[in-house]
Each structure stands twice: as structure tokens, then as C-alpha cells.
């Protein structure tokens, strides 16, 4: 199969460029290309997610990777859908966190360098922040139209609130990005978010316009729910892949409760199940789901976290929800017999792990018959943790049907 019917089979494909010369690009060869990561953070999220695994298929189908860490760009930040200006990072900031993502990198592509398609991580550092930016708009600004750029959807949004001049530099170094690898090492296509579109369309058009050869942009779905709204947000913040920031078995539990009408796409986008079981799964009615969505959870964290925290993820959920032991991959906090004399309400300690968003939630949620102690509905908003029920395995609070959260003698 063309690895682009691969990617259009699967749900990843949103808008292409050159669509019959990137077809025929992709059945005569090796198709270098790349796919940018801005570092703003020390930690990918969900969002990143859809693009790792579009370029792990297009590894597997025998291209070349790209992973390009935005140490450059970085310092810029990009508008795209953000209505405020991003915060500046600092050097050594943008630094640390590139060091922390090309760690989790190697977790989903292959970079054995004995293999002609072996990933490579570059950074833009090398190149944009030693760029002499006289020369730099000589060279490449001159092909930019400033009428064009002020119609891009990316500052769409930030021009009707400000944009400021360091952020309207930021499609040139993107597309200067593009025309840097072609050189260094013929890359000859970006990929990337649908949210990418503006940027990667001028990166594909600076490459063309200026060496006369092929480059393509290939933007992906974002991560949405049936009705259009965003996937990965908890109430504890972003679906993190560091395993410090979110625990292996909150994630499993994430797409353990996905609504149903999500569960084929995120299976065909976030698995590399075979479509032919993707759409069986997909296809499971009422409470046959239930089966889709073990399977989709267990994936999911066994590509992300391994595969003996996803068997360690699933078996504390199965125990949780079937009433049997409890396993230790379930979000747990250590409680001392000074800390409870200081404050033991339970209202207070679920708001403090984060069960809950604050105090005043919690007793809106004890109120609302929304919070319980193993099986026991709490109807007191007074309700007060005793040391004699954090021994043994301790006590188990759940919010809801879906929040677990284990209290133990520390």
C-alpha cells in the first residue's frame, strides 16, 4: 500500500499538497521528511501523539524521519490558535526541555543508524540562532508577501488582539526550517498538525519557488471528539506523556472511558492494530464496547509507557471496578499522623491530590452524592480520615465512576 492510502486509511490525513506528485513521490522511493516540535514544555502531551504515530507508520513503510526540536524557534513561539502572546523562554529552559523530549522520542521510531530510514533528531538551534538576520532577510523575506501572510489563519486571530513583530518572524524561520533540511538532507516533505496548515504551506512554497524542486505539506486531523472538542484534557490539566506528569494508570483510565463514537477513529489514529480489527472493534454495540475501549486503553499506554505499566494500568482498573484487590499503579498518597492532626477532612485531602479541584468542589461533590469510600456514598461534608483507615491497603476515595484515588499510612 502507498504509505499515503496507509495514512489516509487509518484517519490521519487532513489537507495535502501536490496530492498526485506526493502519491508517485511515495511509490518511487524513500521519502525523507519531517515533522517540528516546539519545546515548550519539558514533557510531549496528547496533542503530539497523532503526528508521532503518523511518522512511525511512515517509518515502518520505509521513510525517513525527521524529528525537529524547535530550539530555535523556541524563542520565538508560535501564534498558531494562541490568543495571547507565549511566554519567553529562556536558553537554558528551551535547552532542558529538548534534552527531556528527544528522550521520549526514542520510545516510538526506530533510530538503529545501521538502517537507511533510522530517525534522526535535529535541532533548529544549529542554524537560526547563529542566523545573520540582514542577510537572513535578503535571502529568504524577499519571497515573502506581507499582504499574503496577514490572510494566514495563524494570526488571524492574534491580529484581531496584536500581534507583535517577533511572533510574525515566526512563519519565515518555520519555512526557513524546511528549506535548511532540504539542503542538509533533501527533505523534501512536512508534516504536521491541521493547525500547521499557513506555515508548512509557505515552507513547501519557499523550497519551490526559490531551488525550482518538489516539496510537499501534509497536515494530519487533530485530536477532536465526535462533536469537534478537544481530546486530552482532564481535570488535572493536559494528558501528559511523562509518566511524572501523568501517571500510567490515569492515562489508561482516559481511554478506558472515551465516548463511544470515538473509539474506532482513536483506534485507527493511536494503535497499530490492523484496520481489519480496528473496524471489528469499532463496530461493537451497547456493552460490547467495553471490549473496544480495553483494547484501545491497553495500546495506547503500552506504546506510550510500555507494555508492564499498561498490564500494571489494566489490572488495577479491572480490580478497581470488580470490587477486588488493589493494585499499585493506582494513584496513591502517603499520610502522615501529623499531617491528619492538622487538617483530616476528607473534603480537604481530595482537593489537595487533585480528586478535586478545591475544597469547595469537594463538598459540592459530597453534596451531589458524587463521592465514596470504597463502596460507601460520604454524605457527610465533615467526613474526617482516621488513622486506623489508612492501614493495611489503605482507603480508597473515588470521585464519580471514573476517579480513583488511594490514601495509606505513611
Known amino acids: 500500500m502507498n504509505a499515503l492510502d496507509l495514512l489516509k486509511e487509518r484517519g490521519f490525513v487532513k489537507q495535502i499538497t501536490f496530492e498526485d506528485d506526493l502519491y508517485k513521490a511515495f ?16 514533557s510531549l502531551h496528547i496533542g503530539h501523539y497523532i503526528p508521532i504515530m503518523a511518522m ?21 513561539g508560535d501564534p498558531s490558535g494562541k490568543s495571547d502572546l507565549r511566554k519567553v523562554l529562556t536558553v537554558e529552559d528551551i535547552d532542558s526541555n529538548v534534552a527531556k523530549i528527544k528522550q521520549q522520542m ?32 535578503r535571502d529568504v523575506g524577499a ?32 519555512s526557513y526550517d524546511f528549506l535548511e533540511l532540504n539542503h ?35 497536515t ?34 482516559y481511554w478506558r472511558n472515551v465516548d463511544d463514537q470515538d473509539v474506532e477513529k ?32 491497553y495500546e495506547v499506554t503500552k506504546n506510550v509507557h510500555g507494555e508492564e505499566e499498561a498490564r500494571k494500568a489494566q489490572q488495577a482498573a479491572e480490580a478497581l471496578f470488580g470490587g477486588g484487590a488493589l493494585a499499585g499503579s493506582v494513584p496513591t498518597t502517603e499520610v502522615s499522623a501529623e499531617e491528619l492532626a492538622a487538617d483530616a477532612r476528607l473534603l480537604a485531602w481530595v482537593a489537595k491530590v487533585g480528586l478535586c479541584k478545591s475544597n469547595g468542589e469537594a463538598r459540592k461533590t459530597i453534596q451531589g452524592g458524587g463521592l465514596y469510600v470504597g463502596e460507601d456514598k460520604v454524605t457527610d461534608v465533615d467526613f474526617a480520615i482516621t488513622p486506623e483507615m489508612l492501614e493495611g491497603e489503605g482507603l480508597l476515595v473515588r470521585k464519580g465512576k471514573k476517579s480513583y484515588h488511594r490514601f495509606v499510612k505513611k
Open 266 to 297: 482513536c483506534l485507527g489514529l493511536l494503535t497499530f492494530l490492523p484496520m481489519d480489527e480496528v473496524r471489528r472493534l469499532g463496530a461493537l454495540k451497547d456493552s460490547a464496547i467495553n471490549e473496544a475501549k480495553r483494547v484501545l486503553a
Open 27 to 42: 511509490d518511487e522511493g524513500m521519502v525523507p521528511f519531517y515533522i517540528g516540535f516546539d519545546p515548550t514544555a519539558d
Open 56 to 76: 512511525a507508520h511512515l517509518q515502518k513503510a520505509g521513510h525517513k524521519p525527521y524529528a525537529l526540536m524547535g530550539g530555535g524557534t523556541g524563542m520565538i
Open 143 to 174: 519571497l515573502f508577501s506581507v499582504n499574503r501572510m496577514l490572510t494566514a489563519e495563524c494570526y488571524k486571530q492574534r491580529l484581531e488582539r496584536g500581534l507583535t513583530f517577533l511572533e510574525f518572524n515566526y512563519m519565515l524561520m518555520q
Open 106 to 137: 526514542s520510545h516510538f521510531l526506530d533510530f538503529d543508524e545501521s538502517k537507511e530510514n533510522c530517525a534522526v533528531i535535529v535541532n533548529n538551534a544549529d542554524w537560526l540562532r547563529s542566523l545573520n538576520y540582514i542577510d537572513f532577510l
Open 220 to 253: 494530519f486531523q487533530l485530536l477532536l471528539t465526535h462533536d469537534g472538542r478537544k481530546m486530552g484534557k482532564t481535570e488535572k490539566g493536559a494528558l501528559w506523556l511523562d509518566p511524572n506528569k501523568c501517571s500510567p494508570y490515569d492515562f489508561y483510565q
Open 184 to 218: 542538509r538532507y533533501g527533505v523534501k516533505l512536512q508534516c504536521g498538525g491541521d493547525d500547521q496548515w499557513s506555515n508548512m504551506l509557505s515552507g513547501a512554497d519557499l523550497i519551490r519557488r526559490k531551488d525550482h524542486v518538489d516539496a510537499f505539506a501534509l
